[in-house]
């Protein structure tokens, strides 16, 4: 079936099977492979790619339900070579370790962030809480997105 | 590497067209809708459809509004909608309490209420909740609509009055005067499936108990109802003591399963822990307390 996508704002067209699953697509059609296939399972989250602005857990969305609709991945948070603050807090605040939940914590912090631009800790435990990270504790997950937080707001004070 | 067998996929454009479609590819056809239930079990190959009905272009089912002396909710509604929606926090806050248990924030933003109810998993928190409510759900066919109550919705596990050629569109919830109710999940790690779950309803006529809904999940209760616990408190006072009797009585008449969750008798003391403290809550929240 042909199905025509827009991922990270450039619209893509495949021939796909309809069984093929979204993280597959965006990995093996695409080689989109910072998208991370973990669990297969719908809980860790490392899939984790907005769909229509969404997070959704792209291991559990068929490519053919995405016909028609925006898909961004961890790939388009940069802009060139400025990285999004996130991954700025991510660096800074040691957000990672082994990195294979980042792509994904990084995709429910954006839209975290995009919804709520100052997200109390709580409120960010609770949007990863669907996904699973081995190595921080998830304390400097936490302490990264509040630094992101905090920067944007800076920002935006300073530009009239 | 987990990968559902060969299917077809056919998009539905509106209500009629899915119908159409099932009518079409026939008895071996499923719909999906979130899909967060049916396609882990294609990746299992629990569940094996010649055709996937896609209805999630559906967004004319993805509503919630208040209707006369009811909220309706469209089958499309997302988990994450209901746990925002204002209308369904302020009439009905046992719906945010068991919405907030449900899986975890990603999965809530694809599920869906009507695919939670239709996929009829015996340990799914909303059937619960809306047993406890005594909400309808209206289910269309190519010949009209039928009003089925959710308390004779659910006719097993995994099985619903839902035949096939048929789709679930709306769930429609009374809203009551002096009224209050809770819901409360044990599990064991956050996402996971009830180990016990229970969701009470309380109407209070004074300081009496006009009319009680108690919901559980996960142990065996017929149609997700504890039916005993509520005739003991109809017409009853409202008072601690009528709260862990009511308890007692649905852990003694619920029938779990011992599993990988626990054995027996630790799921029924749950139950009725889980009863007597939601009762509490609602009765709260009905006087306006909590």
Redo the contacts between chains.
């Keep these: ?1 042909e199905i025509t996508i827009r991922v990270n704002g450039e619209q893509v067209v495949r021939d796909v ?3 093929l ?1 979204l993280t597959h697509f965006l990995r093996d059609e695409l080689r989109l492979t910072g998208t991370h296939w973990g669990c ?4 860790c ?1 490392a899939c ?1 790619v907005r769909l229509d602005g ?4 792209s291991c ?3 490519a ?2 995405a ?1 028609g609709a925006a898909v961004d991945t961890v790939e388009g948070l940069a802009h060139g070579a400025e990285l999004d603050p996130l991954q700025e807090g991510f660096v800074t605040c040691h957000g990672l370790q082994c990195g294979f939940c980042t792509p994904g914590m990084l995709m ?1 912090g954006r839209a975290l962030l995009d919804r709520d631009p100052d997200p109390s800790p709580q409120t960010i435990r ?2 990863i ?3 699973v990270c081995r190595c921080t504790g998830y304390e400097n997950i936490v302490r990264s997105v509040r630094w992101a937080a905090e920067k944007e707001a800076s920002k935006e004070e300073v530009t009239p | ?9 056919e ?1 539905a454009t509106s209500v009629d067209h899915a119908i159409a479609l099932l009518a079409r590819h026939g008895p071996e056809s499923l719909i ?1 809708a979130g ?2 239930s049916l ?2 079990m ?2 299992l190959r629990l569940a094996d459809p010649s055709t ?1 009905i ?1 209805i ?1 272009g559906l967004t004319d089912l993805d509503y919630i509004r208040v209707e006369g002396d009811q909220v309706r909710l469209g089958a499309m509604t997302r988990h994450a909608t209901v746990l925002e929606s204002a209308v369904v926090r302020e009439h009905f806050a046992i719906l945010p309490d068991a919405e907030r248990t449900i ?5 809530r ?2 599920g869906t209420v009507g695919g939670s109810l239709c996929q009829a998993d015996p340990s799914e928190d909303l059937s619960a909740a809306f047993s406890a409510l005594r909400a309808d759900v209206v289910i269309r066919n190519a010949d009209g609509e039928r009003v089925v109550p959710v308390r004779e919705f659910h006719l097993g596990p995994y099985e619903t009055a839902v035949a096939h050629g048929e789709l679930l569109i709306e769930v429609r919830v009374p809203i009551r005067t002096h009224t209050g109710s809770a819901y409360q999940k044990i599990e064991r790690r ?2 996971d499936w009830a180990v016990a779950s229970a969701g009470s309803v309380v109407s209070l006529d004074g300081d009496t108990v006009a009319e009680a809904g108690i919901g559980l999940t996960a142990v065996g209760a017929p149609h997700f109802v504890a039916a005993e616990a509520e005739d003991s408190l109809r017409g009853n006072p409202a008072t601690a003591e009528a709260f862990t009797e009511a308890g007692r009585i649905a852990a003694e008449h619920c029938a779990p399963s011992a599993d990988q969750r626990g054995p027996v008798d630790y799921k029924r003391a749950l139950v009725a822990e889980l009863v007597t403290r939601t009762l509490q809550r609602a009765t709260a929240r009905a006087r306006g307390e909590a």
Excluded: C, W
């Design positions: 079936m099977e309809p069984r699953l297969d399972t719908t809980n989250g984790v969404v997070p959704v857990k559990t969305v068929l053919v339900m016909d429910t609770e949007a809480s669907g996904q | 590497m987990q990968v559902p067998a060969q299917f077809a996929y998009k999906v899909g967060h396609i882990p294609m990746k996937l896609d999630n899986a975890d924030p990603i999965v933003n694809r956050a996402g």
